[in-house]
C-alpha cells in the first residue's frame, strides 16, 4: 500500500472548519483513501473512506483531488471532542497500516 | 459504525505471568480480525492478522509463541501475552473487519477501545 504524507499537528478553534490535507502521490488506482481518528486512550474510530469521488457523511466530507494525489477531510465544525490524531490511510488489498497522522488541537 | 469490544480494558500484571486479551464483534461477523500495539507517542503498529478457523499471520518481527492469537468463531478473537515482561508494556487494539457488503460498509476496519497492559 502507499505511503501518505500529513503534517504532524493542526490548530483550530472551536465552532469552525477544519480542512485536514493528506498527500498520496503514490496512490494506486485501487487504493481507497480512508480516515480513521483516535481520542487519547482509545481505539481509532472510522471517519470516512472514499475512492475517487467526494464523499460526506454525518461525521465528515473527504474531498478527493481529481488526480487523487491528495485529499482534505473537512470537518464542518470543529468540537473540543474533535480533538484527536487523524490518520490518512491508503488501502488496496492490503491491511490498514497507520502512520503517525495529524495532531489536531481545538481551541475554545 | 459497528461496535468491538475488548476485555479487559486495563490489566497489571507480574513479569513471568501470561494474559489474555479478548476482542469481540459486537453486531456483525467478522471473518478477519487484527491485532494491533501502540506505545506511548507512537502510531499502531500491527502484529497479526487472523482469519477464523486458521492460524494467525504475524508481521516480521512479532513473536507467534509470544503472542498467541486464537480466532474460534466469527465473533471472538483473543490475544495471549505468554511470559509477560515489562517491556510488553503496551496498548493493545484489536480491529475487526466487516462483510463485504454489510449497512453501507464495505469491508471496513472497526476498532476496539484498547486493552492497556502493565507488567510489573
Known amino acids: 500500500d502507499a505511503k501518505t504524507t500529513q503534517p504532524n499537528s493542526m490548530e483550530s478553534n472551536e465552532e469552525e472548519p477544519v480542512h485536514l490535507p493528506c498527500n498520496h502521490s503514490?496512490?494506486?488506482?485501487?487504493?481507497?483513501i480512508h480516515w480513521y481518528r483516535q481520542l487519547p486512550s482509545q481505539g481509532p474510530e472510522y471517519v470516512i473512506h472514499g475512492l475517487t469521488s467526494n464523499v460526506n457523511n454525518r461525521m465528515a466530507s473527504l474531498a478527493i483531488a481529481e488526480d487523487r494525489k491528495s485529499s482534505t477531510l473537512i470537518l464542518h465544525r470543529a468540537t473540543l471532542r474533535d480533538a484527536a490524531v487523524y490518520y490518512c490511510i491508503l488501502r488496496g488489498q492490503g491491511n490498514l497500516i497507520f502512520g503517525k497522522g495529524t495532531k489536531l488541537s481545538v481551541k475554545p | 459504525g459497528a461496535v468491538v469490544s475488548q476485555h479487559p480494558s486495563w490489566v497489571i500484571c507480574k513479569s513471568g505471568t501470561s494474559v489474555k486479551i479478548e476482542c469481540r464483534s459486537l453486531d456483525f461477523q467478522a471473518t478477519t480480525m487484527f491485532w494491533y500495539r501502540q506505545f506511548p507517542k507512537q502510531s499502531l503498529m500491527l502484529m497479526a492478522t487472523s482469519n477464523e478457523g486458521s492460524k494467525a499471520t504475524y508481521e516480521q518481527g512479532v513473536e507467534k509463541d509470544k503472542f498467541l492469537i486464537n480466532h474460534a468463531s466469527l465473533t471472538l478473537s483473543t490475544l495471549t501475552v505468554t511470559s509477560a515482561h515489562p517491556e510488553d508494556s503496551s496498548f493493545y487494539i484489536c480491529s475487526a473487519r466487516s462483510p463485504g457488503a454489510w449497512r453501507e460498509y464495505r469491508n471496513e476496519q472497526f476498532f476496539g477501545p484498547g486493552t492497556r497492559l502493565t507488567v510489573l
Open positions: 503514490t496512490i494506486s488506482g485501487t487504493d481507497y
